[in-house]
């Protein structure tokens, strides 16, 4: 079966720090894959998504992810985090039947 | 975008009695998922939401438990059975499509159910 892991539980770090979060995923073929955003108190939003071609993607709010398919990796990555980026992340990928595969999210916090 | 509606946003109910919560998409959508996602925990797929024909459950989840309903592409429906305070979690539903949104999936604000 298909599977997600997120390797940091919690991160924190300081306005205009940079941040990478790691996601693996366990699937050897075609895969779709996310990162998702949680805000406190607000719903799931989508920050990014891989199909195919350029393997680096860029998302909103200046967040970008490479996927890596010899590591069968996405990280998420952006090179100076705010505040306002304090949220809980999520990588995903698209399971056969349509549904998405999570993993167990990273928490991120910024201060300020 | 698809634009998600759940009803209710959050309930406190009591142990051995039923909730049924309400998915509601603007626009016709071909998938439809329920999810959960316990306190602390990632999300987790309960069952595909199938119009016209039973719901397809993940392992775990019984239609007994969470019984299901998608009359239409734009509705669906997740009963939460003879609950106890192990129900207690947000319960989530997402679509995949909508307009102009191929192969994305959206999710709904979610619903907080708390089991005394």
Known sequence: AQSVSQHNHHVILSEAASLELGCNYSYGGTVNLFWYVQYPGQHLQLLLKYFSGDPLVKGIKGFEAEFIKSKFSFNLRKPSVQWSDTAEYFCAVRGSQGNLIFGKGTKLSVKP | SAVISQ??????????????????????????????????????????????????????????????????????????????????SIYLCSVEGGRRAYNEQFFGPGTRLTVL
């Open chain 2, 7 to 88: 009803k209710p946003s959050r309930d406190i109910c009591q142990r051995g009695t039923s909730l049924t919560i309400q998915c509601q998409v603007d626009s016709q959508v071909t998938m439809m998922f329920w999810y959960r996602q316990q306190p602390g925990q990632s999300l987790t797929l309960i069952a595909t939401a199938n119009q016209g024909s039973e719901a397809t459950y993940e392992s775990g989840f019984v239609i007994d438990k969470f019984p299901i309903s998608r009359p239409n592409l734009t509705f669906s429906t997740l009963t939460v059975s003879n609950m106890s305070p192990e129900d207690s």
